[in-house]
Nanobody, 124 residues
Framework: QVHVEESGGGSVQAGGSVRLACRLSRSLSCVGWFRQAPGKEREGVAAIYVDPNHRGTYYADSVKGRFTVSRDNSKTNVHLQMNSLTPEDTAMYYC??????????????????WGQGTQVTVSS
């Protein structure tokens, strides 16, 4: 079992920035960020793959150009830098790790391990 823990959430005004962190108990080759707003389904926001056969970053259209996913050299810390935030970005943000073979990066069923989430609230 891999422990996944998010941190860095909080409240910010529209146009501001927040940097989320995801800490893994051990390194895994893929990590995804998801969010869920009240009354809505959980959606994929971004993902990063570092497997030798599959490297890259992925973003939802709604966050492209504003959000950046990265991981440090330890491969156990992954960050989501969120800029130019709008109230529509308000949600609980979840980190997920360990991808199921063949699953889409944005599929909630595509990950084995999940954190408890961290709340991001953007006020207008």
């Amino acid at each position: 079992q891999v422990h996944v823990e998010e941190s860095g959430g909080g409240s910010v005004q529209a146009g501001g920035s927040v940097r989320l962190a995801c800490r893994l108990s051990r390194s895994l080759s893929c990590v995804g960020w998801f969010r869920q707003a009240p009354g809505k389904e959980r959606e994929g926001v971004a993902a990063i793959y570092v497997d030798p056969n599959h490297r890259g970053t992925y973003y939802a259209d709604s966050v492209k150009g504003r959000f950046t996913v990265s991981r440090d050299n330890s491969k156990t810390n992954v960050h989501l830098q969120m800029n130019s935030l709008t109230p529509e970005d308000t949600a609980m943000y979840y980190c997920a790790a360990g991808c199921r073979h063949g699953a889409s990066w944005s599929s909630t069923s595509g990950y084995y391990h999940w954190g408890q989430g961290t709340q991001v609230t953007v006020s207008s």
